[in-house]
């Protein structure tokens, strides 16, 4: 019985890894901008936990079921996340669509004319204006600090995490999202 379990394990396992992102060799696209991003050995459930939108809805990450997501966790009185987002938005407009998206999830305390008067000022016209009230799904997800990306696979799973700021929209993370797209 132990052996019959201990087989069926490493072939799920085998099977998750020979599958998805995760398994897609990636280091040579780890340079530059996406040096500090850490790809995981295998995929981790993402929070099923709802957040907020603009209008006052509730959605959640499996909303972007079949795409991958490149999902930014920010707060309004960040300022790497100031300088990160434009960024953000570019990539969004360069390879957003059917199969991709960014979304972005203000954590914490973030009133929804914060995130508005933010969003003008830095011209950010393109993203979701999302809110984790209570910091539920950063919990959830380990996010310890800000900002912190992670890159969901078309399953709703964590395939990689970037602790700072990066620039989204550098050649290093085009090219990486591009790979990602290319192999699913």
Known sequence: MIR?????????????????????DLSEYLTGEMRGLVIHDAPVAASALPFVRADETEGALADY????????????WCAPCREEMPSLQNLQTQLGGEAFAVVTLATGRNPPQAIRRFFEEIG??????????????????????????VILDPEGQE?????????????????LIEALLAGS
């Open 4 to 24: 019959v379990l201990r087989s069926a394990v490493l072939y799920i396992g085998a099977a998750l890894c020979a599958n998805g992102a995760a398994a897609q």
């Open 65 to 76: 079921a079949g795409q991958y997501v490149v999902l930014n966790f920010w707060a309004t």
């Open 124 to 149: 950010v016209e393109s993203l979701p204006q999302y809110r984790d009230i209570n910091q539920q799904i950063a919990r959830e997800m380990g996010v310890f600090g800000l900002p912190i990306t």
């Open 159 to 175: 395939i990689a995490r970037l602790r700072g700021d990066a620039h989204w929209d550098s050649p290093e993370a085009v090219a």
